[in-house]
Every structure is written in structure tokens, then in C-alpha cells.
């Protein structure tokens, strides 16, 4: 596509589904919220502030044409808000109750047609922004595997909105017959909605591969241009064995990532190297004859038939790496896609502990009229924290949701202009705040 192609692309997607809210104030503070129910620190570029409370682990924000904020609570169901003059949140309703859904959430450009994913189903309701009410229900894909990974993202494809892309994670930390695309799992695939059968397409059987060897690809938008960036989390408890001697690995590696996903139009059949090569955070970690770099691929047992320049050659590497055991939630780009921010949910198995923070990493508009990071992909500097627990080495996660810190998630830019909606799914309190760059 020529830049100037690319540039009419560009603006036609940004109108797509664009909210007609008016620019609402920053609030100091909101009558009815509690304060931050665990201790922050904000860069100091930005401002903190506690949007809501009293919510059930807040796990994705989306907003609809008139600026009504819907939240997808795991456990609840999903809630719908609207704001007052004053920036604070003037009403609340729960919208969808139950029904297990946890995670996925996405709307329609034209805010007509909402989506939401249990473990094993998602659905489709028709959706007034209006009055901020849904109807007629729809099964539009089944039939999902289970296992540890019990969340599903959902994505509607702005530039088509019949296609919808519905995420799998592994079943295990090492889905070893995830490798396999029928199986289902490690996968993000890709549903034309309008063609769905009356029960509702089978996952495993139905609909195209996006791309698959995606351990647990929690979160994924699209740049002005329409091409996926998605966050990975990556494996656990790691070992390396060289030479017939094991090491373990697993404080530093492998790293968690932020993969090019590419043009949901067009890509197909992609494979980002799970279950058996994996991202190089910490080099140090490894011999000093590997060669290996952050950002390089790696094999945990490398051999003379599979190594680490068998992954190197085939996988797809990620455009940039993060700490291992950052657990990567969402990720959102400002108006203009000059930053993306990714939410750190924070680590279990790793002391000290990591993540429990949103970062913001810098994007560039390349000659061709590509949207890229700035730093290279070898970076371990390619991003800078915005706000987090003061010491996440100190923060404990006992479960997926239990902590002493907030659980971040639910990264979402804010339409009327205010900057960066974040959730915490802690399960003693689902909190939303509003990060602003002064």
C-alpha cells in the first residue's frame, strides 16, 4: 500500500465507530468513590485519579459512540457507565448479569452490536447506546477449550466489522500439542459473524487461524492502520539444559512480548514460535557461545536437529520484549498512537516480584506511513513505568487476583480526551482510575 493509500486508510479507521462526546474535565476527586484502596506511585508527567469502586475484578473497558464507558466485570457480568459535566461517573447499571463471562469484550465500530466471550462461548446482543440496553441474544462461537488460561479476548476487526478475531490460551504451561492449530489452543482465530450458523460456529473446527503459537495473548488492538499488536504472557518455571547441564532460568526468562500481529485481512497462518521457542529477556542467563541477545528466540533443550537458529528462523520473534513475569493484561494507544500503554498485572512466581504497573512504550509513524516502537527490538529500555505500586517487589499474588497491590488491567484510552482508563481485578475490590498526562 502507497503512504498515501495508507494515510486515507488510516483516517477512515480512526473515524470508524468515533465516540461524539464532548472533552469532559479531569475530577480531582468523585463524591461516593473511596480512595485508592492500595498505595501508588504516578510518574511525574501524569495524575491519579479514582474513577470507581465496589467493582467486581474489572478485566476490559470499551465505549460506545456516546462516550458510555462498559466494563467487563469477571464473575458479575457487564456494567454500563455514563458521566456527569463534572468527569465523575453520574450512573450505573449492570447490563448482562452472570452467565460466566470474564473477559472479552468488544463493540461494533457503529456501536450497534456488542460481544462478550465466556470461557467456552461467545456471544453477540444487539446494543442501544441510548439507553445503554441489550437484546437480542446470539451464540455466535462455541465450543472452546478449557484449562488454565480461562479467559478469551475479543476483537472486532474495524476495517470489516463481520470479521471478529476470539483468542485461546494454552491449557498447561507447556501445551506441547498446541503446536497443532486444530487443536485449538495457543491461537487467536478469526469468525466472519454475518455467516455464523444458527447454533453458532464450532471453535475448533470453524473459522480461519490469525495466528497461533501465542501462549496466552491476554490483549490486542489495532494501530491507525488496522494492523494487531498484541501482549503475550509467557512460560513459568523455566530451565535451560546446554551440554547436558540444566540451569535454571526462570527469574529473567523468557520474556513476556508485544507481537505485530499484522493485518487481520490479510494474515493468516502466523506462528509466534509456542510451545517450543521462546523470548530471550535476560541474555546473561545463558552461555556466553549462544549468541543470544533480548529479543532473540531460544529453545529450552537445544539440539542438533532443533536450536535456538531453528526458532530464529522460522517463529515469528516479538517487535519487543518486557520483563519476564510482568503478565502483560491489555494494552491501548493514545489518540494519535504516538505511545501504546500495557498494563502489568504482576507476577507469582518470581521473587522479587515484578510487574503491577502500566508502562508507556513510544511509537513512530515509519516513511512508509507504518506505525513501529521507537526502540529496537533488542531493547530492554523500550519502555518507562507510569504509575504503579510503590515497591512491586514486596507485592504478593496468592492466586490470579488475590494481592496487597492492585491487579492492573483493562487498559483503555479514555475518548473525551482525559487519557488512560486502567482497571485492577484484585478480588478484595474492583477499582477503575484515570491516568492523565499533564
Known amino acids: 500500500m502507497h503512504l498515501i493509500e495508507r494515510v ?3 483516517v477512515a479507521l ?42 467486581k475484578q474489572v478485566r476490559t473497558i470499551v465505549w460506545d459512540p456516546l462516550g458510555h464507558m462498559l466494563v467487563a466485570q469477571a464473575t458479575r457480568g457487564i456494567s454500563a457507565h455514563s458521566f456527569g459535566a463534572d468527569g465523575c461517573i453520574n450512573s450505573t447499571s449492570l447490563m448482562i448479569s452472570g452467565g460466566g463471562l470474564n473477559h472479552g469484550l468488544d463493540l461494533s465500530p457503529d456501536g450497534k452490536k456488542l460481544y462478550a466471550s465466556s470461557e467456552t462461548t461467545m456471544y453477540s446482543w444487539d446494543y442501544d447506546a441510548a439507553t445503554m440496553k441489550i ?14 488460561h480461562s479467559t478469551r479476548t475479543v476483537m472486532v476487526v474495524k476495517q470489516n466489522p463481520n470479521f471478529v478475531l476470539l483468542q485461546v ?25 454475518s455467516k455464523a450458523p444458527a447454533s453458532g460456529y464450532n471453535y475448533n473446527t470453524d473459522g480461519e487461524v490469525f495466528g497461533y503459537g501465542l501462549r496466552n495473548e491476554i490483549g490486542f488492538i489495532q494501530d491507525p492502520n488496522g494492523i494487531v499488536w498484541g501482549v503475550e504472557n509467557s512460560g513459568d518455571d523455566f530451565a535451560r539444559t546446554e551440554n547436558g547441564q540444566r540451569k535454571d532460568i526462570h527469574t529473567n526468562n523468557p520474556a513476556e512480548k508485544l507481537n505485530n500481529l499484522g493485518d487481520p485481512l490479510k494474515t493468516r497462518n502466523a506462528w509466534y514460535g509456542y510451545p517450543t521457542c521462546f523470548t530471550v529477556w535476560d541474555a546473561s542467563s545463558f552461555s556466553s557461545t549462544s549468541g543470544l541477545k533480548t529479543g532473540s528466540q531460544f529453545v529450552l533443550s537445544p539440539n542438533s536437529s532443533y536450536n535456538d537458529a531453528t526458532c530464529n528462523g522460522k517463529s515469528i520473534p516479538p517487535r519487543l520484549s518486557f520483563q519476564a513475569h510482568s503478565a502483560p493484561i491489555w494494552n491501548a494507544f493514545d489518540k494519535d498512537a ?21 508502562v508507556q512504550i513510544p511509537f513512530t509513524q515509519l516513511a512508509d506511513g507504518s506505525y513501529d516502537p521507537v526502540a529496537p527490538a533488542d531493547s530492554m529500555t523500550g519502555y518507562k513505568d507510569i504509575f504503579g505500586a510503590p515497591n512491586p517487589g514486596s ?44
Open 338 to 358: 504516538k505511545n501504546m500503554y500495557v498494563a502489568f498485572h504482576g507476577s507469582w512466581n518470581r521473587q522479587p516480584a515484578t510487574g503491577f504497573k502500566v
Open 395 to 438: 507485592c504478593t499474588a496468592n492466586g490470579l487476583t488475590m494481592s496487597n497491590c492492585f491487579r492492573l488491567t483493562a487498559a483503555s484510552w479514555d475518548p473525551a480526551g482525559r487519557g488512560l482508563f486502567v482497571g485492577s481485578d484484585n478480588s478484595a475490590e474492583g477499582e477503575i482510575y484515570l491516568l492523565t498526562p499533564k
Open 14 to 55: 480512526l473515524g470508524a465507530g468515533a465516540v461524539s462526546q464532548a472533552t469532559l474535565p479531569v475530577p480531582k476527586s468523585c463524591t461516593g468513590v473511596s480512595n485508592f484502596r492500595y498505595q501508588y506511585t504516578v510518574s511525574s508527567g501524569w495524575s491519579a485519579v479514582k474513577i470507581a469502586g465496589g467493582l
Open 135 to 148: 437484546s437480542n441474544q446470539k451464540t455466535v462461537v462455541k465450543g472452546m477449550s478449557t484449562g488454565i
Open 8 to 10: 486515507v486508510a488510516a
Open 169 to 193: 490460551g494454552s491449557n498447561s504451561n507447556l501445551d506441547m500439542a498446541s503446536l497443532q492449530p486444530s487443536t485449538g489452543r495457543a491461537i487467536i482465530k478469526i469468525f466472519d459473524v
